[in-house]
DNA sequence: CTGAATCCATGTCGATACTG
DNA sequence: CAGTATCGACATGGATTCAG
């Protein structure tokens, strides 16, 4: 890299990202944007689920226990506003919509299952540190 | 798999999942708790600047514009009560206190690192279909 | 079946002031 | 230097009720 290491520009590992971020612009680092969206409580199993195959709204519904339809178009309408999922409306009756990933949502589905795997086999030593300090 | 396709354990790509979430334990997803915690206001960044070298309290709040001392606090000692940082304390005049990311915190580089090449190569496609969306 | 509307509890974060 | 204490604003998520 040509620059030099003032700042603080970063590189998590090789690759040179833009943070820090500019004051009052944080939405503005892409790696946390992105991070905050797929972190909230249902997207992530969502985007799990819809990585299989597509869903109907009333399939999502009952598939995750918890989820109440409220949380669930919610989510659901984040997910399509930043072209992750793509939703498809039946006129039939009653009315049925399906939802499925975009190729950008799909493409998403790589790099998060790294994080996803390096999560499983390390959260019981997360667990365990959280505990004893506790 | 033995397993059937009963229920919905889902697979992000093509590793089981402990998915989906108990009610009421969705904390107990060991991914979305990961992600969770990196994914607050300051966590990645402080993950980025330690993973380049262990840093003073002061210089990390000198690196991060608008990072008020609370926050910075904060964010470290659940980075610290998660294991993925290390806080020493110098007890020299006046007290310097190092942190510096722990052999776990720094096993979370290259996933994270994975997710942010994503993020950075995609992020101006999802604003573009934000702001259709808007 | 696929939602929308309303209200409320809790969590996250910032501002400000103060301390060993 | 490296924090703590207090307060309040805003975001997230749940419960309930209603509708095309």
Excluded at 22 to 40: A, F, K, M
Excluded at 107 to 129: G, Q
Aim: aromatic letters at 4%; one cysteine or more.
């Amino acid at each position: 890299m040509s620059t030099g290491d003032t700042g603080v520009s970063a590189s998590l590992h090789d690759h040179r990202l833009p943070m820090p971020v500019p004051v009052g612009e944080y939405d503005r680092c892409p790696v946390t944007d992105v991070l905050r969206r797929v972190s909230d409580k249902w997207t992530l199993l969502l985007i799990t689920l819809l990585g299989r195959h597509p869903h109907r709204f009333n399939e999502l519904h009952r598939a995750v226990e918890g989820l109440s339809p409220r949380m669930l178009t919610r989510t659901l309408r984040v997910l399509e506003s930043d072209g992750l999922v793509e939703r498809e409306v039946f006129p039939t009756l009653p009315p049925s919509v399906e939802y499925r990933l975009t190729p950008l949502g799909a493409s998403l589905l790589e790099p998060l299952s790294a994080l996803a795997e390096w999560a499983v086999a390390h959260h019981a030593e997360i667990v365990a540190v959280r505990q004893r300090t506790a």
